[in-house]
């Protein structure tokens, strides 16, 4: 199989998922996961995260329990499907504020980034061209989606659309 068969295939399959879901919301969708500041000659079936929002089955959950899941959803890898991780929307209120151990508050409070947190990575939102201190290190963002990973460090996810321009 030639690169050029398994990129029409690849592209192929990434606009009939994204054109099949029927969740939305401002997380859900198909993802590239790139390292930060590495430009890759290849893309892999690897490389690409699928993140939905969990539903619940109304008929069959308390109403306690649909609220500690209302803001929560699956990653998984698209080469791994059975490997799914839980994320859960960063906590921002008096009595418990997820932004602040990074420094990040006044950031959400101006509505200039939201996170999610899966344990041993998050993932957060905000402006292409973001710049983002963690700890000692300081970076651009190009994608306006960026993860940080445990042990592995920065990277960029790049959410691919459907929608035509």
């Avoid at 997820?98 to 905000?126: A, M, P, R, S, V």
Wanted: glycine fraction near 6%; charged fraction near 25%.
């Amino acid at each position: 199989m030639t690169k050029k068969t398994l990129l029409f295939l690849l592209t192929s399959f990434l606009y009939l998922y994204t054109t099949a879901q029927n969740t939305k919301d401002e997380w859900s969708g198909l993802y590239q996961l790139q390292p930060y500041g590495k430009v890759l000659d290849s893309i892999s079936p690897k490389q690409f995260y699928k993140i939905q929002k969990i539903i619940l089955d109304h008929d069959n959950t308390s109403s306690t329990y649909e609220l500690a899941v209302n803001d929560q959803w699956t990653m998984q890898n698209m080469l791994n499907i059975e490997d799914k991780k839980v994320l859960r929307a960063f906590k921002f209120s008096q009595k418990k504020n997820d932004y602040e151990e990074f420094g990040w508050t006044e950031l959400h409070q101006n509505g200039n980034i939201k996170c999610i947190d899966g344990g041993n990575l998050f993932i957060c939102k905000t402006k292409v061209g973001t710049k983002i201190s963690f700890g000692e290190e300081k970076f651009t963002t190009n994608s306006g989606v960026f993860g940080i990973l445990l042990h592995y460090g920065i990277f960029e996810l790049y959410k691919h659309t459907n929608q035509k321009k």
